[in-house]
């Protein structure tokens, strides 16, 4: 029988792929991981928004990336991504892509950390493989981070352990197209 108060209750939405209790999915991983492109899609199958923290940075202070490192320093521009990211955690039905550097903060990482809620994806590969995708991106924003290799693959090594310790699940992308990703994490979430 269908009583009048529950049928001028709202309808159920279209269900989601995953009965997820995390209001928000965070990926993390070096320049060239796919944190960019897997979320967009990611975001796109969860029926859920998509925040690039780059991209929040770079609409709120009307200039690209590379024009921030010019103007205030790598310093200040990750002033300028903490303030993002503490802005884009309290997003709810949220696919968060980081800038490959947040985690060098202890801040950051704490911020991310004390976020209730919140599923932290570490999106991995080795070096070269990261680097020859940055490198093969069409119409990539410029990275100032990777002007060198030497520098950019010394702080991979160094970056790599925050990656790790913050992640409540490790994705080796490699061996995966950014769709296989996308349906491996949409598994995960069915899970959580
Ligand atoms: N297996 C893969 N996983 C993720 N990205 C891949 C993969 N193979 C190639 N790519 C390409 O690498 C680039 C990753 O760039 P992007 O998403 O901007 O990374 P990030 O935001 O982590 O720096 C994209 O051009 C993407 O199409
Ligand atoms: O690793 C880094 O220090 C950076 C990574 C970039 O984001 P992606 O990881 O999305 O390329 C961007 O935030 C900036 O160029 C600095
Ligand atoms: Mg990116």
């Given at each position: 029988?269908v009583?009048?108060e529950?049928a001028n209750k ?5 269900p989601?792929p995953t009965?997820?209790?995390?209001e928000?999915v965070?990926l993390t ?5 796919g944190?960019?492109t ?6 796109r199958?969860?029926?859920?928004e ?8 770079e609409?709120?202070h009307a ?15 990750r002033q300028l ?11 709810h039905?949220?696919?968060?892509a980081?800038g490959g ?8 990482r ?7 809620n ?17 490198v093969l991106?069409?119409?990539a ?7 060198d290799?030497d520098?950019?693959a ?13 992640a ?5 992308t490699?061996p995966l197209?950014?769709?296989e ?7 995960e979430?069915?899970?959580?």
């Amino acid at each position: 029988m269908v009583t009048v108060e529950s049928a001028n209750k709202p309808q159920p939405q279209t269900p989601s792929p995953t009965a997820t209790t995390a209001e928000r999915v965070v990926l993390t991983g070096y320049m060239g991981a796919g944190k960019s492109t897997v979320g967009r899609a990611l975001a796109r199958e969860l029926g859920w928004e998509f925040c690039d923290l780059d991209h929040l940075i770079e609409t709120t202070h009307a200039a690209t990336i590379a024009e921030l490192f010019t103007q205030h320093g790598e310093p200040g521009f990750r002033q300028l991504e903490t303030r993002a990211l503490a802005a884009a955690l309290g997003r709810h039905n949220a696919v968060i892509a980081l800038g490959g550097g947040a985690l060098e903060s202890l801040t950051n990482r704490l911020l991310l950390e004390q976020k209730p809620n919140t599923l932290t994806v570490f999106l991995d590969a080795p070096f070269e493989i990261l680097f020859d995708r940055c490198v093969l991106q069409p119409d990539a924003a410029i990275r100032p981070v990777l002007k060198d290799p030497d520098t950019a693959a010394a702080r991979f090594k160094a970056r790599r352990p925050q990656y790790q310790r913050a992640a409540h699940i490790i994705v080796d992308t490699e061996p995966l197209t950014p769709a296989e990703t996308v349906a491996r994490l949409i598994e995960e979430l069915r899970t959580r």
